[in-house]
């Protein structure tokens, strides 16, 4: 199973891309920690514009995209949702933003 995680960033934000989103990391970990190195193959996007990660989302083609996101970069993560949606591939939104505000997630 193809996996692609995503942490939805401002690119130009130094802030926002000084340090990598560990939370990825430990989820790719535990997963291939349960179940072994051979189910999962894992894709992480740290940062880069909206138009390469959505290139990565089509040239990986994976079977989920998981995407994480802070308040500020909500509509960012929602962007690459609808664009992973359109290839008809499921979404999983995690993150701060959507963990404190889960009435906020979109209905469709």
Request: glycine share 8%.
């Amino acid at each position: 199973m193809k996996i692609l995680l995503v942490n939805a960033i401002n690119p130009t934000s130094e802030v926002e891309t000084r340090y990598p989103n560990l939370g990825l990391g430990y989820l790719a970990s535990a997963l291939r920690s349960s179940f072994g190195n051979d189910h999962f193959d894992f894709k992480i996007i740290e940062r880069g514009s909206p138009d390469y990660v959505e290139r990565q989302i089509a040239e990986f083609n994976p079977n989920i995209v998981g995407i994480s996101s802070v308040t500020q970069n909500f509509n960012l993560a929602k962007k690459y949702a609808e664009f992973a949606k359109g290839k008809n591939i499921p979404v999983i939104m995690g993150g701060v933003h959507i963990s404190m505000l889960p009435q906020s997630m979109p209905k469709s």
